[in-house]
């Protein structure tokens, strides 16, 4: 199958700042640039000039030691047919710092075909009001203060990324990627796109969603002692029943009541909580080629394999051996020489 050619090169703003996240601009940049050399291998002309914007030209100090090179100042002119504001580690120092980006974005944002954020860059176009009453996504880390600073917008904290009329958002750092290869099968067809990913050795639409992070995490940002304490219990038992009876008793609270404060610390039920974890566990136990699934599901806590089965369809859409075909260690790295 040929590539489908383009009628005019796509133009394309990635827009830095000072302190921008450095792999947001370079991760969805090389996915460009791959499609771009996808193109000329099959004898087209390239698909997209891309462009680093920034409120003046010059070198741009990223949140490493890299910088990068500004050769387009934002305007109301000369508008490219596709923005990407990347975030910042620090993004409400960025909003302070960089304000101007604010009313640029407002301004063009009904004028360009696709005006995309990603990861923390959401709380720019927020800030500019073109969120309001959209679908958006952000970083999981900073998703509740989204919420909560603009409740106009429909913050959905799992999704990869959401494409909501001519806006995209994405979540955190590498979900940039996903959506730039989005753009690419939007823009070229899936079959372009496929090539992108495959050269990239990245999924061209990975399993799961942004939430698939450790349930450690979770617990570490209890605030609650109580709580987090028995989510340090539960972690280490995760082979038991584990009732809601039992871990209302070792809390110390009626069922109700314990219910009732572990959804407001941790933001899931305590079950949910302990299917997380297992399913975590599971995952890091399928790195072990040598372990049976069976022995992976009795380690994990599930009762059985199918239990387990169920889970990692659930979160992911595969099943336990699809995930260890495509993400356990080959073993290479421990072997002797």
Not at 194 to 210: C, D, I, S, Y
Request: aromatic share 8%.
């Amino acid at each position: 199958m040929t590539l489908r050619a383009p009628a005019a090169a796509i133009t394309v703003d990635i827009v830095v700042y000072p302190g921008f996240k450095a792999m947001e601009a370079i991760g969805p940049l090389s996915v460009f640039e791959y499609a771009n050399l996808h193109l000329l291998r099959d004898g087209k002309g390239p698909g997209y000039d891309v462009r680093i914007a920034s409120c003046r030209t010059g070198a741009v100090p990223s949140d490493t030691v890299m910088t990068l090179e500004a050769t387009k100042a934002v305007g109301t002119l000369a508008l490219p047919d596709t923005v990407l504001v990347v975030g910042a580690r620090h993004i409400h120092a960025a909003l302070v710092d960089s304000a101007p980006l604010v009313d640029w974005i407002a301004a063009v944002a009904p004028r360009v075909r696709r005006l995309t954020a990603l990861c923390s860059g959401a709380f720019f176009l927020a800030h500019a009001g073109v969120l309001d009453g959209k679908r958006a996504t952000t970083h999981w880390g900073v998703a509740d203060r989204l919420q909560a600073d603009f409740p106009a917008i429909e913050v959905e904290v799992d999704a990869i990324f959401i494409q909501s009329d001519n806006i995209w958002t994405s979540a955190g750092v590498t979900a940039g990627i996903d959506l730039a290869l989005a753009l690419v099968e939007e823009d070229f067809g899936r079959t372009l796109a496929l090539e992108v990913a495959t050269e990239m050795v990245v999924f061209l639409k990975r399993p799961g969603g942004q939430s698939q992070f450790s349930a450690h995490l979770r617990s570490e940002r209890t605030a609650r002692p109580n709580i987090r304490e028995l989510q340090g219990w539960i972690l280490d038992n995760l082979a038991q029943r584990l009732p809601l009876s039992q871990l209302a008793q070792k809390a110390l609270m009626s069922e109700r009541h314990f219910a009732r404060v572990f959804q407001q610390e941790v933001g899931m039920s305590a079950q949910e909580f302990i299917e997380t974890s297992r399913f975590e566990r599971a995952t890091h136990l399928l790195a072990d080629l040598a372990l049976p699934l069976k022995t992976v599901a009795v380690r994990a806590g599930f009762s059985d394999e199918a239990h387990m089965r169920r889970v990692f369809l659930k979160k992911l859409g595969i099943a336990p051996k699809a995930y260890r075909e495509r993400f356990a260690t080959t073993g290479v790295s421990g072997s002797a020489p």
